[in-house]
């Protein structure tokens, strides 16, 4: 795959550790239970309503998230406004797994890539991932040092937040 800012391409797919040498980001969180619950999450994160929700512009070549769809995420307001540019690196949608990461393109904040997953266990319970290894890519970043890893768990705990609304009966 060419264009990623970083060569660790599809790492959060589950099939190997994540990169040394990256900050990374395990939040799982409990959405409820049985599968109109699982079936409205998994539609979310994979349409982009969840990103929208969460307040994060999205401008993307496609409605739905799949392997080569590129993603402009847009971050703030105005002039302290950030422009995230990604590419959809994987996707799944499976009876008990639905879900995509996308990875970043030259321009992008930070390096790496972020999964965004929800799966239906046996059990019947619905759970919601975000799974994601990152490091700084521009110089204010860089200097922002502590406070990115903070703003990341920030934001995985409100997708999860976010997600949980549409699955309350």
């Known amino acids: 795959m060419t264009g990623f800012s970083y060569p660790e391409v599809g790492a959060t797919s589950g099939d190997v550790p994540l990169p040394a040498g990256y900050r990374h980001l395990e939040h799982r969180i409990r959405l409820g ?10 539609e979310s994160v994979l349409t982009w309503r969840m990103h929208r929700a969460v307040g994060v512009g999205v401008v993307a070549t496609r409605d739905r998230a799949e392997p080569g769809v590129r993603v402009r995420l ?8 950030l422009v995230a540019p990604c590419e959809v690196v994987w996707a799944v949608e499976e009876p008990t797994r639905l879900g995509f990461a996308y990875g970043t393109l030259p321009g992008h904040p930070e390096r790496g890539e972020e999964a965004f997953l929800v799966e239906l266990a046996p059990d019947g319970q619905v759970f919601f991932t975000v799974t994601a290894f990152s490091r700084p890519a521009l110089r204010y970043t860089r200097a922002a040092g ?24």
């Open 33 to 42: 239970f049985g599968r109109d619950v699982f079936t409205a999450a998994g």
């Open 146 to 169: 502590p406070l990115v890893p903070v703003f990341q768990k920030l934001y995985a705990r409100r997708c999860g937040r976010v997600l949980r609304r549409p699955a309350r009966p």
């Open 74 to 81: 847009l971050l703030g307001r105005g002039r302290w406004g």
